[in-house]
């Protein structure tokens, strides 16, 4: 007899993902009695057998043999349940009553419109299993590290394939500022959230998470995924640079130069997988002062003055230091603040009258043009314009007078 077959009516179903084979001939089946409940109301005589292998699936109906008499008169005969006496024997002569008796259905025993519905039912409810099943494998996979690659990228963010072939989303406000995709190329980034927008499941990725620098660390060292080293807080301008406040409990272990590694050996990995983004690690400490004097780094602090009530901290340091202290961009300050809890203001300390200090520290106040010629005919700190007339530096630079009287100002105004 014709067997159901699921190659031929049912093809996308043989390599479904994230679905499993028990599970997927567990729906067959269920899609299957249910459409016998509603042809015979009872499924309890028949036997449904999946061969997920041949893609084909068996249908057998259990009848007891009855009396012709009682076949024919009886109330409670029921052609599903009961077969006769002479009808079972034109299968099988050697049939006698109370015997069972066991033949496959076929596939048009239940009409093509059956057919359609079965498809129906079970095209949606292996697509729903399919995104729940994606769903609850990426909501416990929020915060690990994946790998996929490049399938298309679009203005504002990127469809990456896991190894899979589920769609996971980078946006473009999740990647680093220098990151450039084409398709094809791996790319590593961490799970950041699992959404439902209009019942399917969608997977944001991220390469700017502060997570995904403390996975990358947990890769790189040993210490850290063993729990020897602890990260307390990390903070990031992605691309630019981030600061890593780490401790350990253990004092043999010195946590900063065992995350840096042997010549910065650890570290470079994390930093060329973030496009050379600068990493300050830190040692973790509950001292505020010395920890904010440790985040400012590498610049050398003189004096902090804090206020825990406002969490403010005055930073004093020498002029020299100033510029190191703020970073490029205002990042480095801007990061020690985020990492310690406080907002940080830098003050020259000009106690010591021979101290000079460096041109570019007046950057905010006199224009990079400015400061250019000036080093341009060797000029590099504010003692050494200093030293020369007005008349002297009009000559040599070609800027305006005026302009020479003002920059004297400011630089005078410094050692005032």
Known sequence: MEKINLVES?????????????????IIEDVFRSLIKKRFESDEN???????????????????????????????????????L?????????????????DQMSL?????????????????????????????KYKDRVGDIITGEVYQT????????????????????????????????????VVARVEMKNNSPVIILSRTSPVFLEKLFEQEVPEVFDGLITIKKIVREPGERAKVAVESYDD???????????????????????????????????NSQLFISR??????????????????????????????????????????????????DVYRDTHEDNEDVDLEEFADEIESWIIDALKGIGCDTAKSVLEITSEELVKRTDLEAETIDEVRRILRSEFE
Not at 51 to 65: A, K, Y
Request: hydrophobic share 35%.
């Open 10 to 26: 049912f093809s996308e179903f043989k390599d479904v993902k994230n679905i499993d084979r028990a599970t997927l001939m567990s």
């Open 46 to 84: 028949f036997d449904i057998i999946v061969n997920p292998d041949r893609g084909d699936l068996e249908i057998w109906r259990n009848r007891t043999i009855v009396d012709d008499e009682f076949a024919e008169d009886s109330f409670e005969y029921n052609e599903n349940r009961h077969i006769s």
């Open 86 to 102: 002479n009808a079972a024997r034109k299968i099988e002569p050697d049939f006698e009553i109370g015997e069972e008796v066991t």
């Open 108 to 136: 048009e025993d239940f009409g093509r419109r059956s057919v359609l519905a079965i498809r129906q039912n079970l095209v949606s409810r292996i697509l729903d299993l399919e995104k729940d099943s994606l769903y609850k």
């Open 154 to 189: 679009w203005k504002k963010e990127t469809l990456i394939l896991d190894d899979e072939g589920n769609e996971l989303i980078l946006p473009k406000s999740e990647q680093i500022p220098s990151d450039f995709f084409k398709k094809g190329d791996a790319v590593r980034a």
């Open 252 to 286: 043999r272990i010195d946590p900063v130069g065992a995350c840096v590694g042997m010549k910065g050996s650890r570290i470079h990995g994390i930093v060329r997988e973030l496009r050379n983004e600068n990493i300050d690690v830190i040692n973790f400490t509950n």
């Open 295 to 344: 985040a400012l780094s590498p610049a050398k602090i003189t004096s902090i003055k804090i206020d825990d009530e406002t969490k403010r901290a005055d930073v004093y340091l020498k002029p020299d230091q100033v510029s190191l202290a703020i970073g490029k961009g205002g990042h480095n300050i801007k990061l020690a603040g985020k990492l310690t809890g406080y907002e940080i």
